[in-house]
């Protein structure tokens, strides 16, 4: 149980919690909510003890284990090789191996009594009943397999840690808090530096903790899967849902309601009572009444209205311009940064114009290099990029960073993204399309929300309007309410959007195709991010990935778990198995039928006999048109069947 009791805290005379009171009972899985620098990871550092509230107490039970993700690492751990610093993940199992080899030494140097060498010996075994418990001797093993799951190869768990990125290391962090098996668990903001597949896994994983998770996020498909109450963190109030995201949206918009409609009652009550006061204080008659009055009127409380959820800011893209009916194709292409060793090869891709396309796969694959290659930022190694007909691309890198270099306006940065000599003239429509109307346009870059930042960076890719949108990680800083807007905005754009983007929801509410980087390979899935988890077969795998990590520190039943999850896996593929046979053994009687018609046809019309040459002539281009789409059926069939024998010869293996 966590208790915050009547909690203050302010920074710079400025509340960010007052008197706050709420509590997340034992096994709860709590998402915590809210704007941008409301407070919610202050309530962190407070369970934490690394913020000290200004009143109130936070009960929290002495024996309980906390497991945070720090946003930080020691540059001490930097040193020490991937595997080292993620399996060393419970600080107390050093301290019992310290004592535990003072004891043995003791032991052995022969000068204790025989009460102390009884006493030694009841530690020594305490501790290592201790260690048993923490499961020690289990965490190497779960160390290779979280971070295998957070996309690590095998081949990088040797190499320090300070040769990994700033994300990479933070994935490493949150491998070794999940590891720790914690009582209470705090994740804040977990996905940031996740692909995909990664959050996938993660939230299959939390999914199995049986500790109280707290989890910060804006990714709605953490929230709604994960959490079971919801905690809003919101102008200095706490808030508690007894519900999922869903549940405290709809919820917290009644509660709006409900209070909107209190204050305008109040409001009103308190500007009618003023009235009447103001009109008898200055007759002496009814002073005193006015008076009485005016204590009423003192005791009467504000109705306190949280911030709004709508986000304020503003996202209407111009119309495109108009192109041709492909937007853009890659012909056999290949890449690699080192000679001799290509991240992908033979790429044949084809986007039509007005598509909507994910680009996923782990990090490291290639998507955003993807992206550069589409944007001729890179130059492929082998094959081409051929861009459609009048195809004007509009790029958002992920390492857009802050615009505050040379403190520029809003206007003066969006003015530098005009072409060279290009008119002004309707600079300020675009400025207004993105929320920068009137004096909002002098705003300062350096003193914009992450929110803003990502509307001063689309107002600059429109000043000169595109018809095909290549963003990178569009949805980073953006709290929910953004996100969604952003999501809405690119669902209604004409033109065509190329993304890649770690937030599953906003892959889901904006893709309608989606580009998979699997190992060198990029495959094109005609239809929503649902749909190809479907074809994937990623869904049938989830058992079967699921045992890669205990579903709970130390159980026993760990074997039984994996054996039933092996059985489960190769069950759901010998399923997919047999029916893509069965279709492919369908297709091949197909292609046999059709080509005996398209002979029978061809001999008609060479036969030199009295025949309808139109009619034979149309039935022909139908047939071949049928066979030229059964025969794509046919290999990307055939592809699936020998991808789920070698998977279910892995299974077996």
Not at 366 to 392: A, D, F, M, Q, R
């Amino acid at each position: 149980m966590i208790d915050f009791q009547n909690v203050s805290k302010s920074y710079s005379g400025e509340y960010i919690l007052r008197n706050v009171s709420f509590r997340i009972n034992h096994g709860e899985r709590a998402g915590i909510v809210g704007p941008n620098g409301a407070g919610k990871s202050t309530l962190f550092g407070m369970i934490t003890n690394t913020v000290i509230p200004d009143s109130g107490s936070i009960i929290i039970p002495k024996d309980h284990r906390l497991g945070i993700m720090r946003q930080h690492i020691d540059s001490s751990d930097t040193v020490r090789t991937l595997l080292e610093f993620t399996a060393d993940a419970i600080p107390e199992l050093n301290t019992y191996s310290a004592r535990i080899e003072e004891i043995e030494e003791l032991l052995a140097d022969g000068s204790c009594s025989a009460d102390a060498q009884d006493s030694l010996l009841r530690e020594h075994g305490r501790l290592q009943t201790a260690i048993e418990h923490l499961g020690a001797y289990s965490l190497d093993m779960e160390a290779r397999q979280a971070l295998s799951s957070l996309g690590f190869p095998v081949s990088s768990f040797d190499r320090p840690l300070g040769e990994f990125s700033g994300g990479w290391q933070m994935r490493a962090a949150l491998a070794r808090v999940l590891i720790s098996h914690p009582d209470i668990l705090l994740l804040d903001e977990p996905s940031n530096y996740l692909d995909v597949p990664a959050v996938e896994w993660l939230c299959r994983y939390l999914a199995n903790f049986p500790g109280t998770l707290l989890l910060i996020s804006h990714d709605r498909f953490l929230l709604r899967k994960l959490a079971d109450i919801t905690i809003e963190v919101n102008s200095g109030c706490v808030t508690r849902y007894p519900g999922n995201y869903d549940f405290y949206r709809t919820e917290r918009d009644n509660r709006q309601k409900m209070l909107e409609a209190a204050k305008k009652n109040t409001d009103r009550k308190k500007e009618q009572m003023e009235r009447v006061i103001d009109r008898f204080r200055a007759k002496s008659t009814k002073a005193a009444l006015a008076k009485s009055m005016q204590k009423k009127l003192d005791k009467i409380e504000d109705v306190e209205l949280p911030d709004s959820l709508e986000y304020k800011g503003v996202i209407r893209f111009p119309a495109p311009p108009p192109g041709g009916t492909e937007a853009f194709r890659f012909e056999d292409l290949a890449f690699g940064y080192e000679p001799g060793k290509l991240l992908f090869r033979h790429v044949d891709l084809a986007v039509d114009a007005g598509a909507k396309c994910a680009f996923i796969g782990y990090n490291g694959l290639g998507k955003t290099t993807l992206l550069k290659l589409l944007t001729g930022k890179l130059k492929p190694t082998e094959g081409s990029v051929v861009p459609g007909h009048h195809s004007i691309i509009g790029y958002q890198a992920q390492e857009f960073g802050d615009l505050d270099a040379d403190g520029m306006s809003v206007y003066d940065a969006v003015k530098q993204a005009l072409p060279p000599g290009a008119s002004t003239a309707n600079l300020m429509n675009v400025l207004g399309s993105f929320g920068f109307s009137g004096e909002a346009s002098g705003k300062l870059c350096k003193v914009l929300s992450g929110g803003e930042k990502i509307r001063v960076q689309f107002a600059r890719i429109f000043v000169n309007p595109p018809n095909l949108l290549v963003l990178d990680e569009p949805t980073t800083h953006l709290d929910v309410q953004a996100r969604e807007l952003l999501q809405n905005a690119l669902r209604n754009f004409p033109g065509t959007v190329c993304f890649v983007s770690h937030d599953i929801e906003f892959v889901r509410g904006v893709a309608e195709t989606i580009i998979a980087l699997e190992n060198g390979s990029v495959k094109k899935y005609f239809g929503n991010y649902d749909y190809y988890l479907e074809k994937s077969g990623q869904l049938a795998n989830d058992s079967e990935q699921t045992k890669e990590i205990p579903l709970a520190p130390n159980s026993g039943g760990l074997a039984k778990d994996r054996r039933r999850a092996r059985a489960q896996a190769r069950q759901a593929i010998s399923g997919q198995y047999r029916k893509a046979k069965e279709l492919l053994a369908s297709l091949e009687k197909k292609l046999d039928e059709d080509s005996e018609k398209k002979k029978v046809l061809i001999a008609k019309l060479s036969s030199g006999m009295k025949v309808d040459f139109a009619a034979v002539k149309k039935e022909l281009s139908e047939l071949e048109k049928s066979l030229e789409e059964t025969e794509a059926r046919w290999e990307e069939t055939a592809e699936e069947v020998e991808a789920l024998r070698l998977e279910n010869a892995r299974i077996n293996g």
